[in-house]
């Protein structure tokens, strides 16, 4: 899961949001919770990606190294957690 910022209507990347990302850090660990045995059945992982890091001060994505840590997890599905997601 990409999340921790904000999106803005237009499509543009908008600010970081630390109480946003504890937020779905929380509904992680709670689908964990409910979900633990049929994850370990089915070998299944949630990963979350502060994007809030990747962000410069420019306001450009650190694409590189947003790319290398999204590829150091292997994941076959990316949710996109964020407004205005496009």
């Given amino acids: 899961m990409l999340a921790g910022i904000h999106g803005k209507e237009d499509?543009?990347?908008g600010c970081a949001d630390p109480e946003l990302l504890e937020d779905f850090l929380e509904q992680i660990e709670a689908l964990k919770e409910t979900f633990q045995?049929?994850?370990?059945e089915k070998i299944m992982k949630i990963n979350m990606l502060n994007l809030g890091a990747y962000v410069l001060a420019s306001g450009v994505v650190d694409g590189t190294g947003m790319v290398e840590a999204i590829n150091a997890f292997q994941p076959t599905i990316l949710v996109l957690?964020?407004?205005w997601t496009r």
């Fill in 11 to 13: 499509g543009a990347i």
């Fill in 81 to 83: 957690a964020f407004c």
């Fill in 37 to 40: 045995q049929e994850m370990d």
